[in-house]
Antibody
Framework: EVQLVQSGAEVKKPGDSLKISCKGS????????IGWVRQMPGKGLEWMGI????????RYSPSFRGQVTISVDKSISTAYLQWSSLKASDTAMYYCARRGVSGGGVDYWGQGTLVTVSS | QSALTQPASVSGSPGQSITISCTGTRSDVGGYNFVSWYQQHPGKAPKLTIY???TRPSGVSNRFSGSKSGNTASLTISGLQAEDEADYYCSSYTSSTTLGVFGGGTKLTVL
């Protein structure tokens, strides 16, 4: 069974750093692009970026380039999303997603990690 | 401003059919047969419902169907049930970016 299991909810202060994770299992982790999707409270879905675990080829949405870093450790089938200095506007649910469908569509989603940034 | 345009809300009574539209351009919806639809219940992760315009993943009810005409894709749900009440998002491959684009989402209310 394919599963993407994300790390737990986080409460941080503005200026803090953070790294959240997404562990894949039940499939060949290096064979599929993994992406990160942001959903702000009451809003829609936004692609942040994607990474190919085999060679760490990474693509960012222009809106998120320079704001976050996406990485992967293929030895433990885990992808990461990190911030060096959080802002209140980073408060959102973050989903990792396996792009296993034609044209980059998502066939499996993680359960989501809620990040709350508040002073 | 989302790249793909969806109605903010639609509603229908149990047993009825509804259709949600997703309008893009020739650079995305109109140019490729890579449109997906996702269902998201409150507090839950999205779930793939349709891909490649009209293909249902295993386990998805055949009450869900997809189609496309020109730059507009559509998701039709027939025989509405209370459990269908959710947010629905379309997405498409686009020549503008390798990431793809989402629609703004449509809230389906079952009356």
């Amino acid at each position: 069974e394919v599963q993407l299991v994300q790390s737990g909810a986080e409460v941080k202060k503005p200026g803090d750093s953070l790294k959240i994770s997404c562990k894949g299992s039940g499939y060949s982790f290096t064979s599929y692009w993994i992406g990160w999707v942001r959903q702000m409270p009451g809003k829609g879905l936004e692609w942040m970026g994607i990474i190919y675990p085999t060679d760490s080829d990474t693509r960012y949405s222009p809106s998120f380039r320079g704001q976050v870093t996406i990485s992967v450790d293929k030895s433990i089938s885990t992808a990461y999303l990190q911030w060096s200095s959080l802002k209140a506007s980073d408060t959102a649910m973050y989903y990792c997603a396996r792009r296993g469908v034609s044209g980059g569509g998502v066939d499996y989603w993680g359960q989501g990690t809620l990040v709350t940034v508040s002073s | 401003q989302s790249a793909l345009t969806q109605p903010a809300s639609v509603s229908g009574s149990p047993g009825q059919s509804i259709t949600i539209s997703c309008t893009g351009t020739r650079s995305d919806v109109g140019g490729y047969n890579f449109v997906s639809w996702y269902q998201q219940h409150p507090g839950k992760a999205p779930k793939l419902t349709i891909y490649d315009v009209r293909t249902r993943p295993s386990g998805v009810s055949n009450r869900f169907s997809g189609s496309k005409s020109g730059n507009t894709a559509s998701l039709t749900i027939s025989g509405l049930q209370a459990e269908d009440e959710a947010d629905y998002y379309c997405s498409s491959y686009t020549s503008s970016t390798t990431l793809g684009v989402f629609g703004g989402g449509t809230k389906l209310t079952v009356l």
